[in-house]
């Protein structure tokens, strides 16, 4: 769960007693004067990581303290901030009220839009008809998500599985199985995926096989060429 500006502020007090409050001389009044533009700009800064404190770390701004919640750290769960510690992050600034002395900044913001961008480029490289084999990461009552790989997945439709009638997923497959699937459609960045289009249709006729009879010069079709070589008594 995201924490809520009230948890922030419970951090900050935290963190304050811990590194003592700052000075609001000339050049932290610039420095939250550019803190407040970057803000509005959504500008990406470095900064580095100076402590560990309760809820996250702290980095230096221009010379006043910096708060990074845990949960702004990074897209993946952090249970430990230590190895931040001397880090270089690249944050955007999330808060910043020079009256409640609170700054804080963020890396996840960041992280997010470089994935996306990531992942669309990876889109386009994806093609209908496309065949992958991946595997099956997650069931739900209307279809399965799989994971073909690269960071990508997509969605196979309940109807999609198989040429049966299959009323869960969850009844033909599981997951962590692996599964060839087909691409059958890509729309507002979601792919589309089918299983059953890779399958042979039981249902479908047998075409027949159509059957020549070569012509023979030796075969007559006239009556002269029947009674030929009969001789009558």
């Known amino acids: 769960m995201e924490e809520t500006m009230k948890d922030y502020e419970n951090m900050l007090e935290e963190s304050y007693s811990l590194m003592g409050d700052g000075v609001h ?3 932290a009044l610039l ?3 550019k803190a407040a533009e970057l803000k509005e700009s959504k500008e990406n800064i470095t900064v580095t990581v100076t402590g560990i404190v309760k809820g996250g770390v702290v980095a230096d701004f221009d010379g006043i303290r910096a708060f990074i919640p845990v949960s702004k750290l990074s897209l993946e769960r952090i ?13 955007r600034v999330f808060e910043a009220n020079i009256d409640e002395d609170k700054l804080i900044l963020s890396a996840k913001e960041i992280q997010k839009e470089r994935q996306d961008e990531n992942r669309k480029k990876k889109l386009s490289d994806v093609k209908e008809g496309q ?7 997650t069931l739900k009552d209307y279809g399965a998500f799989i994971d073909i790989g690269d960071g990508m997945s997509g969605l196979v439709h309940v109807s999609q599985i198989s040429h049966e009638r299959i009323k869960f997923p969850g009844d033909v497959l599981k997951e962590g199985q692996e599964v060839d699937v087909k691409v059958i459609g890509i729309k507002d960045g979601k792919i589309s995926l089918s299983i ?16 020549t009879i070569p012509k023979t010069e030796n075969i007559g079709t006239s009556l002269g060429d029947l009674l030929k070589g009969i001789k009558l008594g």
């Open 131 to 137: 065949v992958f084999h991946g595997t099956v990461a």
């Open 196 to 211: 059953k289009a890779l399958l042979e249709n039981p249902e479908e006729p047998v075409p027949e096989e159509e059957i």
């Open 25 to 27: 001389d000339t050049d």
């Open 31 to 33: 420095a939250w004067k």
């Open 79 to 91: 249970d430990d901030c230590n190895p931040f510690l001397g880090k270089e992050i690249e944050v």
